[in-house]
């Protein structure tokens, strides 16, 4: 059987698609078994177990981020329910992050253009 | 097996190419250093520079390290000259390595068209002798490989970096030096690296120039994450750092080292390419041509880089090998690049495969073979404003 999704490490909680794959294919991976809801592209990354928002994503092995929500068996992870622990991902058409507050001592502009 | 040699230089390292640099030494003279190179067409004749006006140390050091790099036979300065590179340290130091090296001032030769005419009849007059230049026996111990990511997606962690990883231990176990870099992308494997450091000192000092990466980043409000790693599928700066991680194999660490540090022996090594310091002059690498320029000034003879979206650059003074690891991206854009190792995961090759294919292509490139950037005639090179401290005494222990 050909491999569609792959998983990386024994203890990954999300497998890999190894080829873009259609909505309604039935995938085995990492013990388990499910079909696919929606198509995803070629490096997609796919649950192996219902997952809680707050849990770790796990891939290679070690923590890739905490998810901001709620993910089924089969449900596809990316940008719009993980967070990396680390740095805020930015992605092209998304706004740049607002400029973090001044730390205690940091000196303010002179001139701040008006609204 | 292939027989390397390389072109004897005096500092006792070889070269594994013999080109002609011409080093512009701020933007003013970009163009008349750019118009001496156009008639030598696709014969070894490079473009590298600094395009700021003001004086800084570690430009100076990069470049005088570009300037007298084992694949360096030759060097034509030009200069505007009012600008404050210390033009005349520079060759001094380029004479002092037995190199032919001239200095062109535009503002005392006539301008640009006396300028053009000076450095194209000097380039003529060095050019034949590097070209018939004797080759000599070189060892694979003599050879510092550089390895880079860009344009990563979710299939360079998966394919190109752990080939490469593959293709690192194998050449670091023959001798050579093999050096990875991108601290930045790094977040996240500081703990895997610490472990793998031959002394509790150097992994202290890995764990401190990874955190000092996350530091710089943070300030600068954006990770080394450009928005098409998230079209390529990779959602987190860690979950990009763990791919990137492969490329470093899966031998010990043997030292950290800063741009313009050549390895002192072989092994695996680290490169922080992060400045020192309060955070100034903004992204610590503002693009892939500017780590790959610190790979070079840090001696790597060749750059193995891989890439999933689709990188098409090479470089200036070392050829870059480009390690596909995206089978759709290969099927695009084939002809730019030496390594298919998207194929893995059609299943119709293994990983082990692609890395000795990396293992064999770096040697045949050292060998003179030409690399497909390098046949497009790419020779992509950036250096910006940037400042190290030196590296400290445990960052090379003695083996």
Redesign the interface.
Known sequence: M??DV?Q?HPDDNVG?A??PLRAGTRVACGGTAFDLAQDV?????LALRPLRAGECVV??G????TLTADVPLGGY???HN????????????EL??A??PPTAGARRPAYRPPR | MTDLTGYPRSDGRKGIRNVVAVAYLVECAHHVAREITVPFGDRAVHLVGFPGCYPNAYAHRILEAVCTHPNVGAVLLVSLGCESFARGRLAQAIAASGRPVETLVIQERGGTRATVAEGRSWVASVLPALESAERVPMGIDELVVGTICGGS???S??TANPAIGLAFDRLAAEGAACIFEETGEL???EA?LARRSVTRELAAEVVACVEKA?RW??AM???S?A?GN??????????KS??AYAKSGSGPLHGLIKPGDVPPRGGLYLLDVVPDGEVKWGFPNIVDNAEIGELIACGSHVILFAT?RGSVVGSAISPVVKVCG???TYARLADDMDVNAGAV???TVDLAAVGEQIHRLTLEVAAGAKTRSEDLGHREFILTYKSFEPIGPACLPVR
Not at chain 1, 82 to 93: F, I, M, Q, V
Not at chain 2, 230 to 239: M, P, V
């Open positions: 050909k491999l792959l990386i890999v190894v080829r592209r070629l490096g997609a990354k891939k290679y070690e923590p890739i981020g992870v990316h940008t993980l967070e990396s622990d680390y740095l805020r991902t930015w992605a092209r058409g740049l992050p400029p973090a | 997606d979710a299939t962690g998966l977040i996240g494997c895997m996350r980043y943070d409000g954006h990770g994450f928005s998230a079209e390529g599928e990779l959602t987190t700066q860690e979950e763990l791919g999933g995206n089978p759709e995961l059609s299943g």
